[in-house]
């Protein structure tokens, strides 16, 4: 395996392992986003959808950008010591 493979199966898992996280993620904060609204009812008069909106969609970015990074460079260094990956 090259160095342009290796690069690219690390994009790959990266891309799959955060879009599972942020799929979790957006689960997560919707449930607890649309809690807040019923039940606290400062969000519900200060917070409106856009904002609700935001919020939802700022964990799930969050998460899958931090997931997909985390994920490509721990796939770097298994790959660094790799002699097969060694050109």
């Keep these: 395996m090259g160095h342009k493979e290796a690069q690219a199966e690390c994009i790959r898992e990266g891309t799959i392992y955060a ?3 942020s799929g979790v993620a957006a689960v997560i904060s919707t ?3 649309l809690g807040a609204v019923r039940y606290v009812p400062w969000v519900t008069k200060n917070i409106n ?4 909106a935001l919020i939802i969609s ?3 970015l969050g998460t899958f950008i931090i997931t997909s990074e985390q994920t490509i460079l721990e796939c ?3 790959h660094y010591d790799d002699p097969a ?3």
Aim: net charge positive.
């Design 19 to 21: 879009a599972k996280a």
């Design 31 to 33: 449930v607890a986003t």
């Design 49 to 52: 959808y856009t904002g609700r």
């Design 58 to 60: 700022a964990a799930t």
């Design 76 to 78: 770097g260094r298994r």
């Design 85 to 87: 990956v060694k050109s």
